[in-house]
């Protein structure tokens, strides 16, 4: 018999580029530079919902939302994770809450938090207390450390309905 509370783990990364907005948990930040990628590259949101498809044992995101698909060419990612709210839902699961981390030589994290968490929360229909985000910096180390990507760790706990 299958457990009432399952957890799971996502994982994204995206090379930085000029010429795109930077998205992360649904909002967009004043920069010169974007995430690389098929969506609107929310590395973010990509690991929240991973973390979530993960813990119900269902496909990723790649699956669900193909980058050979142009119905996603810069598609919302805060749309995508309700799509993965749904898909969750149609499977008998429902998020309980949320704990990620933001890995990002710039731009400064810290001040857009509480923006991101409540449009996290909204997406999942959550409060936003349920999103637990942090974020960090690669302390110079790798391609992160050099400011030429941001990665996200994620880890979601769901509920069976």
């Known amino acids: 018999m299958s457990s009432p509370i399952r957890i799971g783990h996502g994982y994204d990364i995206h090379r930085i580029t000029r010429g795109r907005p930077l998205v992360l948990g649904g ?3 004043d920069t010169d530079y974007g995430l690389e990628g098929h969506s609107d590259a929310d590395a973010l949101t990509h690991a929240i919902c991973d973390a979530l498809l993960g813990a119900a044992a269902l496909p990723d995101i790649g699956h669900l939302f193909p980058n ?5 060419k810069n598609a919302n990612s805060l749309v995508l994770l ?3 709210i749904a898909t969750l839902r149609t499977h008998g699961w429902s998020p309980i809450n ?3 981390t ?3 030589e710039k731009p400064k994290i810290a001040p857009r ?3 991101m968490r409540a449009a996290l929360a909204r997406a999942m229909e959550l409060a936003p ?3 637990g985000l942090k974020a960090t910096t690669n302390e110079g180390v790798d391609g992160i450390g050099r400011g030429e990507a941001i990665a996200a760790h994620a880890v979601a706990l769901i509920q069976k309905l």
């Open 27 to 29: 909002v967009t930040f």
């Open 68 to 72: 050979t698909d142009p119905a996603y």
């Open 82 to 84: 309700q799509k993965v």
């Open 98 to 100: 949320i704990d990620a």
């Open 102 to 104: 933001l890995i990002a």
């Open 113 to 115: 938090i509480a923006e």
């Open 129 to 131: 207390e349920a999103i």
